[in-house]
Nanobody, 125 residues
Framework: VQLQASGGGLVQPGGSLRLSCARS????????TSWWRQGPGKEREGVAC????????DYADSVKGRFTISRDNAKNTVYLQMNNLKPEDTAVYYC???????????????????WGQGTQVTVSS
């Protein structure tokens, strides 16, 4: 079972990127999939999650209204559309799976399933 994250790059503030998380070996929509990021000198944080059963979504406050997580079951891929990017969004972004989207006190808990390799997102002018 492998997760492959892609789509990162260099973008100017206010710009957009779409990250993809493709899974091989198992059907992705059987699992909740989340996106995480770790910026330079920062702790890893969860930014978005999409549940397995009804496709409901949840977001960190820092990205609400700017990021959208979605899923294409036919392509076995989860996306993270990132709009109005800010320099503080600069980070390595990872996707991960679990049975549920797990949160506590408004923060995502570390998924217990598979993790993909990261993709670098740099927001800079």
């Amino acid at each position: 079972v492998q997760l492959q994250a892609s789509g990162g790059g260099l973008v100017q503030p206010g710009g957009s990127l779409r990250l993809s998380c493709a899974r091989s070996g198992e059907t992705l929509h059987y699992y909740a999939t989340s996106w995480w990021r770790q910026g330079p000198g920062k702790e890893r944080e969860g930014v978005a999650c999409i549940s397995s059963n009804d496709g409901s979504t949840d977001y960190a406050d820092s990205v609400k209204g700017r990021f959208t997580i979605s899923r294409d079951n036919a392509k076995n891929t989860v996306y993270l559309q990132m709009n109005n990017l800010k320099p503080e969004d600069t980070a390595v972004y990872y996707c991960a799976t679990d049975f549920f989207c797990r949160t506590y006190s408004g923060k995502f808990l570390t998924p217990a399933g598979s993790w993909g390799q990261g993709t670098q997102v740099t927001v800079s002018s």
